[in-house]
């Protein structure tokens, strides 16, 4: 059975860091992708980044691009999301989520088949 566990979440002010991190069990880490959507009140989930454990490679939705940086620990099976420079609107309930192959559609939530119990990132002005 997959599990994906987060931790990390929390209270911080504008321009403040936070680590999210995520560790998985139950399936062959290097054969899936793994990401992080959010999901704030009132609005629709969001991809924010994913790692593909195949060949490393990393993508983020357009508003992290240069403050936010996933990472993988293969000896761990963890995943961590390094937040830097955060925003107000950064404020959402973070999901780590997976799904088996190298593929990660960031755009469609439906694509990823297990996700975490979620944790609160909130961003304060």
């Known amino acids: 059975e997959v599990q994906l566990v987060e931790s990390g979440g929390g209270l911080v002010q504008a321009g403040g860091s936070l680590r999210l991190s995520c560790a998985a069990s139950g399936f062959t880490f290097d054969d899936y992708a793994i990401g992080w959507f959010r999901q704030a009140p009132g609005k629709a989930r969001e991809g924010v980044s994913c790692?593909?454990?195949?060949?490393?490679?990393?993508y983020y939705k357009d508003s992290v691009k240069g403050r936010f940086t996933i990472s993988s620990d293969n000896a761990k099976n963890t995943v961590s999301l390094e937040m830097n420079s955060l925003k107000p609107e950064d404020t959402a309930v973070y999901y780590c989520?997976?799904?088996?192959?190298?593929?990660?559609?960031?755009?469609?939530?439906?694509?990823?088949?297990?996700w975490g119990q979620g944790t609160q990132v909130t961003v304060s002005s």
């Open positions: 989520v997976a799904r088996e192959g190298i593929w990660c559609p960031l755009r469609d939530p439906a694509e990823f088949s297990s």
């Open positions: 790692i593909s454990r195949s060949d490393g490679s990393t």
